[in-house]
């Protein structure tokens, strides 16, 4: 998985999903709730970077397969945006690749 784009993409768009429900079901209850701040200091920078990674290496991926934008690129990107939606496009698109 680790010698190709999609491979890449599909690992990356992993550690995203999860990073995301941890920030959100985990991190942001925390602080708002318990006034512990700790979490999301901790798990933001590091979710803000997977999602940066994870959205130029869909553009990368995008431009190497010829995918066209208003079918299959804004997908993949937008599914970083969503809980469980990176792995929603991983089983859907990015696994029959």
Do not use: Q
């Amino acid at each position: 998985m680790f010698k190709t784009n999609v491979g890449r993409l599909r690992i990356l768009g992993f550690f995203e999903g999860i990073s995301l429900i941890i920030l959100i079901f985990v991190a942001t209850p925390m602080k708002y709730c318990f006034a512990n701040p700790g979490w999301t200091k901790l798990i933001g920078p590091v979710h803000g970077a997977l999602f940066l990674l994870y959205a130029i290496n869909a553009l990368s991926v995008s431009v190497e397969r010829n995918w066209k934008f208003w079918t299959t690129t804004w997908k993949v990107i937008m599914a970083s945006f969503i809980p469980f939606g990176t792995f929603y496009i991983d089983k859907k698109i990015l696994s029959k690749l």
